[in-house]
Nanobody, 119 residues
Framework: QVQLVESGGGLVQAGESLRLSCAAS????????MGWFRQAPGKPRELVAL???????IYADSVKGRSTISRDNAKNTVYLQMNSLKPEDTTVYYC?????????????WGQGTQVTVSS
């Protein structure tokens, strides 16, 4: 089992910044990719940003240019720096990990962290 512990959510004003962190821990595993998704009430969960083990990144158009995803491989931690936040960024953000564990490919989710942007 792999546990994902998120931190960094909170309440900010429009135009401000937040940095989300997600640390993976548990049994022996190799991370293929880690990323962040978000889900507003009544809507499907959507990708915000993803980073692979090789360092390739993918961003949703809605956050491209305002957000940067990075990872510390030694700490099995992924970060999402979000700048110029908008009220429409308000929702719950979930950390995601795609790992190889005991020769099986598995995915894990964090418990979610609330981001609220006031206008």
């Amino acid at each position: 089992q792999v546990q994902l512990v998120e931190s960094g959510g909170g309440l900010v004003q429009a135009g401000e910044s937040l940095r989300l962190s997600c640390a993976a821990s548990g049994s022996v595993f190799v991370i293929n990719a880690m990323g962040w998704f978000r889900q507003a009430p009544g809507k499907p969960r959507e990708l915000v940003a993803l980073i692979t083990s090789g360092g390739s990144t993918i961003y949703a158009d809605s956050v491209k240019g305002r957000s940067t995803i990075s990872r510390d491989n030694a700490k099995n931690t992924v970060y999402l720096q979000m700048n110029s936040l908008k009220p429409e960024d308000t929702t719950v953000y979930y950390c995601h990990a795609d790992v190889n564990e005991s020769n099986l490919r598995r995915t894990y989710w964090g418990q979610g962290t609330q981001v609220t942007v006031s206008s």
